[in-house]
């Protein structure tokens, strides 16, 4: 077993141990969601002020509108009754380090990790890679705020969306933590 596998049974047997929230509803008790991005560095639960059972959080890299992001937040409405939504992305995102090509080139290398310097991405793994990511598009980021506006918009116009959900743009602070409002995405995912 190894010594992450062991400290996370461990943690979550101190949590088992004084859980009480098996009588928890299954819709948000607060009636929102949130898509943000998968950075360990952000904790929805606390900088939103979330208890367990408060809201959907819907997390991936850069916290994008893809498609299973948006199948995710018509879910949390259609059947779990949520009426607000926040698009939240954050500064200094690991998705502003790279475009779909270099994503695609160290995928072909080699499927060893790669590590970041000041001249970019570098592989250093053996091959073999694989081109099966040129067939993915990665939503990298290459301006926050508006990658946050095309988020919302695109939320926004999807046809299972009802236009009544106001969907708020954000962008979170890594180092204050602060969330700050992107007026053009609040603009563009104003309930109508």
């Known amino acids: 077993?190894?010594?992450?596998l062991r400290e996370v049974l461990d943690a979550n047997g101190h949590y088992a141990d004084g859980f009480g929230?098996?009588?928890l509803p299954l819709p948000p008790a607060r009636g929102f969601a949130i898509l943000t991005c998968m950075d360990a560095r952000?904790?929805?639960a606390k900088y939103a002020g979330l208890a367990e059972g408060d809201a959907h959080v819907i997390r991936n890299a850069g916290g994008r509108a893809s498609d299973d992001a948006i199948r995710s937040l018509i879910i949390s409405y259609k059947l779990l009754g949520t009426r607000e939504w926040f698009v939240i992305h954050h500064t200094d995102c690991g998705m502003e380090t790279f475009t779909d090509d270099v994503m695609r080139g160290l995928l072909d290398s080699s499927l060893e990790t790669a590590t970041l310097d000041e001249g970019g991405w570098r592989d250093h793994g053996a091959g073999p890679g694989s081109t099966e990511g040129d067939y993915v598009d990665w939503l990298t980021i290459s301006d926050n705020?508006?990658?946050?506006?095309?988020?919302?918009?695109?939320?926004?116009?999807?046809p299972l969306v009802p236009g009544r959900i106001p969907i708020y743009g954000h962008i979170y602070d890594c180092e204050t933590g602060r969330l700050?409002?992107?007026?053009?995405a609040m603009a563009a995912g104003k309930a109508t």
Not at 180 to 184: A, G, Y
């Open 1 to 4: 077993m190894s010594q992450i």
């Open 180 to 184: 700050t409002e992107v007026p053009e």
């Open 145 to 158: 705020a508006r990658s946050v506006v095309a988020d919302v918009t695109r939320i926004r116009r999807h």
């Open 42 to 44: 952000l904790d929805p």
């Open 21 to 23: 929230k098996g009588d």
